[in-house]
């Protein structure tokens, strides 16, 4: 039997086979996983060109697996594992293809873990279908999914809309394949891995569903984006690649990535943020009693109390409360609705709980 190591090799990239060295880490110890797993390619055949030669060297020994059932057996040994070190409240993002991503989703339902969303990328520079007999493939799947259907899982909603121009997040990404000098080479000048995934995909998964200093775990790590990305927005990462010459290059990566700027803070969603009632903010000296408040318009107005509730006439309630019987409406968003004087400007209450550190 396997010993347990109770100390995470945070930061590390380990090499052998994801499913023995996860069986070697405590449970309940990531807050993600990114997996980007073998494609079952060789069952199929489809990336070989008219002569019969084999595209960007796809024909690796990992992915040679003699039916279906092997496939599967595999799949659920090694999402079984993914499951047992995620935490309560983790997700999983597990990419694939029409080769298989189909059959992953099935036993991540098997295993327990709830589906949230299913993303495509769409690649901005697909591969052509060399052979012509079928359409290009232009995309890959991403399923995201929380271990249970209970877990209050991380979705950082603000910081989507903030990357995709102030409008919510769609689930289909145009982002372009790896190219470039991000693109990992050999000392040929060929690619060295022929599924590197692009970094601005690696991206907007973390930036989607961790924060700075969680830890993400990717058991098929390959030449070390999922690593990479980590370190540069102050995530650790746990990383496992059983082909030596992927496991070098992935070290050798990380070692000249640097840290980005701003500590790797995204836009938090309120209700992630903790809730603080609008009386402590008056007991704490964030807004004196007395102050008058009114609306953007200044059509209304109320006075602030001491116990933290609004006074406008003979009226008297909470800054919601209030905010709605004045507009006549059935509801009212308060923290928004009301403003207070801040030198020669106009300060809605929200400020001051996002000063405080706190949300309603």
């Known amino acids: 039997m396997l010993e347990i190591v109770r100390e995470l090799p945070l930061d590390q990239v380990l090499l052998g086979d994801c499913v023995q060295l996860m069986g070697m880490l405590p449970p309940a110890s990531v807050h993600c996983v990114f997996a980007d797993p073998p494609y079952n390619l060789q069952l199929r055949g489809e990336l070989r060109r008219p002569d019969d030669s084999v595209v960007d060297g796809v ?5 040679r697996f ?3 059932a092997a496939y599967d057996a595999f799949t659920r040994a090694w999402l079984t594992e993914c499951r047992r070190l995620l935490r ?25 873990f709830w589906i949230l969303n299913d993303v495509v990328w ?12 079928r ?12 271990r249970d259907r209970d877990s209050r899982y991380k979705f950082n909603y603000q910081a989507m809309k903030s990357l995709n121009d102030d409008v919510q997040m769609r689930s289909d ?11 990992m080479r050999n000392q040929h000048g060929l690619k060295l891995h022929p599924t590197q995934k692009p970094e601005a995909l690696l991206h907007r998964v973390m930036l989607a569903s961790t924060s700075p200093g969680d830890i993400v775990l990717d058991p098929f790590l390959g030449t070390g984006t999922t690593a990479s990305v980590a370190k540069r927005l102050h995530r650790h990462f746990i990383g496992i690649e059983r082909h030596p010459a992927y496991a070098e290059a992935a070290i050798g990566r990380v070692r000249h990535t640097k840290p980005g700027d701003g500590e790797g803070l995204t836009t938090p969603t309120k209700r992630d943020v903790p809730r603080v009632p ?3 903010l008056v007991e704490r000296g964030l807004i004196a009693p007395g102050t008058k408040l009114v609306d953007r318009q200044r059509r209304v107005s109320a006075v602030v109390a001491a116990d933290g509730s609004l006074v406008a006439g003979d009226l008297r309630g909470s800054i919601h409360k209030v905010g709605a019987t004045l507009q006549n409406a059935p509801s009212c968003n308060g923290w928004t609705f009301w403003h207070f004087e801040r030198g020669a400007a106009l300060v809605a209450l929200d400020v001051l709980r996002t000063e405080s550190g706190g949300a309603s």
């Open 278 to 280: 609008f009386g402590s």
């Open 122 to 133: 769409r690649k901005a520079n697909p591969m052509p279908n060399f052979r012509g007999r």
């Open 88 to 112: 309560k409240d983790g997700t999983i993002w597990v990419i694939g293809a029409y080769h298989n991503i189909f059959r992953i989703g099935t036993i991540l339902q098997d295993l327990g």
């Open 173 to 183: 990404w145009f982002i372009p394949l790896c190219t470039g000098q991000e693109r």
């Open 66 to 68: 003699t039916d279906f």
């Open 135 to 146: 359409f290009t493939n232009a995309h890959e799947t991403l399923i995201w999914a929380a």
């Open 59 to 63: 024909d690796e020994e990992w992915d």
